[in-house]
């Protein structure tokens, strides 16, 4: 008996100290953590993952204020002008020459152009594979390809929504093509005294169609003469018929929000395309109580922004209103080669 428990002890310590000189090495320690339970170590992942990081601070955009340091409107337009329209005279000025693109402004002229040709507005117009095809850089059209409309439908959608597939559409229903048409609205614009104007597409994707602040004004207040023009541009919605077999509507927005301000617009034309940016030319009468206001004509070429061109409207208002400046110094040295024409009553329509 003493000799078995003697051999017990031997053997307890033999086993001691292995598992001691086991639990030293490298190998050992790498298993142990091998068999470390899951729970533990997603615990640890996700205490890192979760640890919270300083909160980054907002930087608040600052307003554009309405006056430069010299009291000028704050005009962002690369391009601008403002002019009173009962002199025909500039107020202000930004690089109101600048020749640059206008993208859909130029459907001021393409519209005057085919109503001049005597463009029978009750006629229908079926909408073409070829005009699709030709409008495929431009914005989407609610017109599909097999559409019929009535012409009167179809000016109010190249107007208000600036529809390019409407603007071909009536090209061909006045008997021109695109080439032709674009010929036709260079010659008008020549022959209203503009210099800096040439058209090379009717719809205005063709970066090739430019004009100057001061000349889109004049075409504005040309197209403006036109009654059905003037009725469309100062129009804030507007619903299409679809003709054939399965009758539809199409509601039209008119895309110058200027419609919905407390000033009277008395017409004006968007643009954009990626060469030219945001654009505009508006002729309103700005609002200052008791049926008194100031009419002016605006033109802002190659904005940034879609709603910089109408804050630039805002500015300038507001400028008008609360400085009532007279013309601009730029005017009062040379007003014979400055003045544009004037809109009178009549001209409104």
């Not at 036709?184 to 800096?196: C, D, F, I």
């Not at 077999?245 to 200027?258: A, G, M």
């Amino acid at each position: 008996m003493c000799a078995l428990a003697s051999w017990r002890r031997i053997l307890f310590v033999i086993g001691t100290v292995a598992v001691t000189l086991c639990s030293q090495s490298p190998a050992f320690a790498a298993s142990r953590a091998a068999r470390k339970p899951a729970s533990v170590a997603a615990a640890k992942s996700n205490q890192r993952l979760t640890k919270k990081k300083p909160a980054r601070r907002r930087v608040k955009e600052r307003p554009i204020p309405v006056y430069t340091r010299s009291g000028q409107p704050n005009i962002q337009a690369r391009a601008a002008v403002v002019l009173d329209l009962s002199t025909g005279n500039p107020l202000f000025q930004k690089n109101p020459d600048e020749v640059r693109p206008i993208a859909s402004i130029s459907k001021l002229l393409a519209m005057l152009v085919v109503l001049e040709r005597k463009l029978d507005l009750d006629g229908e117009t079926v909408i073409t594979q070829d005009d699709a095809r030709r409008t495929t850089r431009g914005a989407k059209s609610r017109l599909m390809v097999g559409m019929k409309l009535k012409n009167r439908d179809l000016l109010h959608a190249a107007l208000m929504a600036s529809d390019n597939r409407a603007v071909l559409a009536l090209g061909r229903a006045a008997g021109l093509s695109p080439a032709e048409h674009a010929e036709l609205m260079t010659a008008k614009a020549k022959s209203l005294g503009l210099r800096k104007t040439e058209f090379h597409d009717p719809t205005g994707l063709d970066y090739g169609n430019v004009s100057s602040p001061r000349e889109t004004v004049t075409m504005l207040l040309a197209a403006l003469k036109n009654p059905l023009i003037a009725k469309a541009c100062k129009t804030r919605s507007y619903v299409a018929q679809v003709l054939g077999p399965k009758k539809r509507t199409i509601e039209y927005s008119n895309t110058d929000v200027l419609l919905a301000s407390r000033h009277e617009v008395l017409g004006g034309k968007t643009g954009y395309n990626d060469r030219a940016g945001y654009c505009l030319v508006v002729a309103a009468k700005l609002s200052e109580g008791a049926g008194k206001g100031r009419e002016v004509a605006m033109a802002f070429l190659g904005e940034e922004g879609k709603m910089s061109r109408f804050a630039d409207f805002g500015r300038a208002a507001q400028w008008l209103q609360e400085k009532r400046p007279l013309e601009s110094k730029a005017a009062a040295e040379s007003p014979s080669e400055q003045k544009t024409a004037k809109l009178s009553d009549n001209r409104r329509g």
